[in-house]
């Protein structure tokens, strides 16, 4: 989102569209880009101080959209769970596969040990 844009609208409009543009960033995996944003439309928040009346419509509008990007990110961390345990269990297949392989075969069967 362009920073003139963000200046001709109310700060309260400008954090909706923020949040909007982050919702983006998630559904996209751009999970740097929407960490950053995400601190930037904290501080920008912080520096706002109380909402006026007017800016009701859009609070409502942000925790919607909030909600939103909270769900995506929540589906990404446990689908990242999934996938790393996947790979925690394919380790362990691995190592077991390496285990059998430096067991020491014998090549007949009265052969000792």
Same mark, same amino acid.
């Given at each position: ?18 949040? &909007? +543009?982050?919702?983006? @960033?998630? *559904?996209?995996?751009?999970?740097? #880009? ?5 601190? $930037?439309?904290? %501080? ?5 101080g109380p909402a006026?009346? &007017? +800016?009701?419509?859009? @609070?409502? *509008?942000?925790?919607?959209?909030? #909600? ?5 990110? $929540?589906?990404? %961390? ?16 691995? *190592? ?18």
């Amino acid at each position: 989102m362009g920073a003139d844009r963000e200046h001709l609208m109310d700060p309260w409009s400008a954090l909706l569209a923020r949040a &909007h +543009a982050e919702r983006e @960033l998630a *559904a996209e995996g751009r999970w740097d #880009a929407l960490a950053a944003s995400t601190a $930037e439309r904290v %501080r920008i928040a912080a520096k706002l101080g109380p909402a006026p009346r &007017h +800016a009701r419509l859009v @609070l409502e *509008a942000l925790t919607v959209v909030q #909600a939103e990007l909270t769900a995506v990110v $929540e589906t990404a %961390r446990r689908e990242a769970v999934a996938e790393l345990g996947e790979l925690r269990r394919g380790r362990g297949a691995v *190592a077991g596969y390496a285990a059998a392989h430096t067991v020491p075969t014998r090549r007949w069967v009265d052969e000792p040990a």
